[in-house]
C-alpha cells in the first residue's frame, strides 16, 4: 500500500473545463513534488513544495496551478488544457531539505488525464 | 540541461539470467543515485540507491556507481519474469538543486520463461 495517495485515478476533461488533483501523503515527508510522465519522454518536474513554500516551477504552463496548504497535502488545478497535456500525472515526497544523502522519492499511484 | 541518458530497450533476458541496466549522466556534482522500477500502468517504485562509489547489493539487485566515469548501473540477477518491467535511472542535482531528480527515459526489461 503506497504512503502517498492521489485522486482521481484517471481523469477525462474537456478544454473548457476546470478540474483539481489531489495528493495526500501520510509519510511525515517535508517536501512534495508533481510529475508529468508522456509516452517515450522522461518523468519531467513540474513544482516542487519543500516545508511548504515552492521551491521549483519548472516553466510549466500558467493553466497548471499548484497549491499546497500544509505538508501533508498538494493539489494540482488546471483549467483550459491543451490535448497535448494528456499524460500520467505524479505525485511524490521526500523527506525534502536536500542534503547529500538526498531522501528518496515516494510516488503516488498517478493521475491519468485525457484532454479532449 | 542536465541529462541522464539510459538505454531505452527493449532489453530481453532469459529467466535466471542476469539483466544489466546501464545509465549515464552529465551533472559531475550529482551525489545521490537511484534506481525505480515502473510496471506498465503504474507509478514508479524505488528499488536501489547508492550514494558512494563501488557495489552496493540488495538481495537479486546491485547497484554500481563510478562517479569518475558518470556511470550507474542496475544487475538483477536470476532474472524473474516479474522482473518485467521499465527500469528508471535517476539522479539528483549538484548544490542547490540537490533536492531536485532527473530521470532518464527508462530501459524496458522483458525477462522470458
Known amino acids: 500500500e503506497t504512503g502517498v495517495t492521489q485522486t482521481p485515478r484517471h481523469l477525462v476533461m474537456g478544454m473548457t473545463n476546470k478540474k483539481s488533483l489531489k495528493c495526500e501523503q501520510h509519510l511525515g515527508h517535508n517536501a512534495m513534488y508533481w510529475y508529468k510522465q508522456s509516452a517515450k519522454k522522461p518523468l519531467e518536474l513540474m513544482f516542487v513544495?519543500?516545508?511548504?513554500?515552492?521551491?521549483e516551477n519548472n516553466s510549466v504552463p500558467s493553466r497548471f496551478s499548484p497549491e499546497c496548504p500544509n505538508s501533508s497535502h498538494l493539489f494540482l488545478h488546471l483549467h483550459t488544457l491543451q490535448p497535448e497535456d494528456s499524460a500520467l500525472y505524479l505525485c511524490?515526497?521526500?523527506?525534502?531539505?536536500?542534503?547529500?544523502?538526498?531522501?528518496?522519492?515516494?510516488f503516488g499511484n498517478g493521475t491519468r488525464l485525457t484532454v479532449t | 540541461q542536465k541529462e541522464v541518458e539510459q538505454n531505452s530497450g527493449p532489453l530481453s533476458v532469459p529467466e535466471g539470467a542476469i539483466a544489466s541496466l546501464n545509465c549515464t549522466y552529465s551533472d559531475r556534482g550529482s551525489q545521490s543515485f537511484f534506481w525505480y522500477r515502473q510496471y506498465s500502468g503504474k507509478s514508479p517504485e524505488l528499488i536501489m540507491f547508492i550514494y558512494s562509489n563501488g557495489d552496493k547489493e540488495d538481495g537479486r539487485f546491485t547497484a554500481q556507481l563510478n562517479k569518475a566515469s558518470q556511470y550507474v548501473s542496475l544487475l538483477i540477477r536470476d532474472s524473474q519474469p516479474s522482473d518485467s518491467a521499465t527500469y528508471l535511472c535517476a539522479v539528483t542535482g549538484s548544490g542547490g538543486s540537490n533536492y531536485k531528480l532527473t530521470f532518464g527515459k527508462g530501459t524496458l526489461l522483458t525477462v522470458n520463461p
Open positions: 513544495y519543500n516545508f511548504k513554500e515552492q521551491t
Open positions: 511524490a515526497s521526500s523527506q525534502g531539505g536536500g542534503g547529500v544523502n538526498n531522501s528518496p522519492l515516494h
